[in-house]
């Protein structure tokens, strides 16, 4: 049974930093890149970061500087880290999974194969 769980979310203030889990299980964790994406006030997904089966790395335009993104193939798990949060940021954060398809697929939404539930991070102002 695939799964994609996030955890790491919850309550702060502005300013503060997060580091955000996904954890999956039931798929050949190598065979994908994961993709980070934020679910905001406007329910849509926007992509924030990805992070390719080598290790390559890709953030939105919008995110670079404060995000980073990890995996460990070990563990089967990729990390958010976020830092210096903004009210903006609040939102569910949820993780995807992209069968073999690299970086250039990535931030689109509909080529991911599993997704999680999210986690949540509220960011007062």
């Known amino acids: 049974q695939v799964q994609l769980v996030e955890s790491g979310g919850g309550l702060v203030q502005t300013g503060a930093s997060l580091k955000l889990t996904c954890t999956t299980s039931?798929?050949?964790?190598?065979?994908?890149?994961i993709s980070w994406f934020h679910q905001g006030t406007v329910m849509t997904r926007e992509a924030v970061a990805c992070?390719?089966?080598?290790?390559?790395?890709d953030y939105s335009d919008s995110k670079k500087g404060r995000f980073v993104i990890s995996r460990d193939n070990a563990k089967n798990t990729v990390y958010l880290q976020i830092t210096d949060l903004k009210p903006e940021d609040t939102g569910v954060y949820l993780c995807?999974?992209?069968?073999?398809?690299?970086?250039?697929?990535?931030?689109?939404?509909?080529?991911?194969?599993?997704w999680g539930q999210g986690t949540q991070v509220t960011v007062s102002s």
């Open positions: 995807g999974a992209l069968y073999i398809r690299g970086l250039d697929y990535a931030f689109g939404e509909n080529w991911h194969d599993h």
């Open positions: 039931g798929f050949t964790f190598t065979n994908y890149t």
């Open positions: 992070i390719d089966r080598r290790g390559d790395s």
